[in-house]
């Protein structure tokens, strides 16, 4: 069973900064995308950022700040997060993906940006 670890998150003030990571164990090959969802209170979950196979991609609230990174030798994907605004305030949560259509899910790490 895959299992998705994450960790970085934490309290910062606007303007910070703060890097989040997340490690894939359980399965012997590395996943075909990794990528970074968010949940505000009272907010559907969205995607923040992906890589993998075809284009990195990134939400349009998060482009120029944010930087998805993935080390395939430790099975781990970062997400660098700068500029951090109080409404990037969320529960980051990291996904992977396997072909044909298998998504696992971490636990979620609460990222806090205060005004």
């Known amino acids: 069973q895959v299992q998705l670890v994450e960790s970085g998150g934490g309290l910062v003030q606007a303007g910070g900064s703060l890097r989040l990571s997340c490690a894939a164990s359980?399965?012997?090959?590395?996943?075909?995308?990794m990528g970074w969802y968010r949940q505000s209170p009272g907010k559907q979950r969205e995607l923040v950022a992906r890589t993998g196979r075809g284009p990195t991609i990134y939400a349009d609230f998060v482009k120029g700040r944010f930087t998805i990174s993935r080390d395939y030798a430790k099975n781990t994907v970062y997400l660098q997060m700068n500029s951090l605004q109080p409404e990037d305030t969320a529960v980051y949560s990291c996904?992977?993906?396997?072909?044909?259509?298998?998504?696992?899910w971490g636990q979620g790490t609460q990222v806090t940006v205060s005004s």
């Open positions: 996904n992977a993906f396997y072909l044909p259509g298998t998504n696992y």
């Open positions: 359980g399965i012997a090959y590395s996943a075909d995308a």
